[in-house]
């Protein structure tokens, strides 16, 4: 059983900067790709980036050179860092993995940029 949960939105005026973390249990977590996405409201959920289990890094044109994903294999934890925060970054960020073919998600957490 994969769980994810993740932790460190809040509001941050623009131009701040946030670190947001997502927790994974159950065991395999060093081979599973890990992804963050977001959902702003009244809009579909989209993606903001990835990392393989090897260390790769992509991202969505809207997040390239501000946000930055990474992975700590010894605490089971992603990390999306997020500079240079802008309005419409505000949404329900969540971290999805796929295991033994099926996708799991966080319950997600809430990012507010505004002044």
């Known amino acids: 059983q994969v769980q994810l949960v993740e932790s460190g939105g809040g509001l941050v005026q623009p131009g701040g900067r946030l670190r947001l973390s997502c927790a994974a249990s159950?065991?395999?977590?060093?081979?599973?790709?890990m992804a963050w996405y977001r959902q702003a409201p009244e809009k579909e959920r989209e993606w903001v980036a990835t990392i393989t289990s090897a260390g790769s890094t992509n991202y969505a044109n809207s997040v390239m050179g501000r946000f930055t994903i990474s992975r700590d294999n010894t605490k089971n934890t992603v990390y999306l860092q997020m500079n240079s925060l802008k309005p419409e970054d505000t949404a329900v960020y969540y971290c999805?993995?796929?295991?033994?073919?099926?996708?799991?998600w966080g319950q997600g957490t809430q990012v507010t940029v505004s002044s």
């Open positions: 159950g065991s395999g977590f060093r081979v599973w790709t």
């Open positions: 999805k993995t796929t295991a033994g073919l099926r996708n799991y």
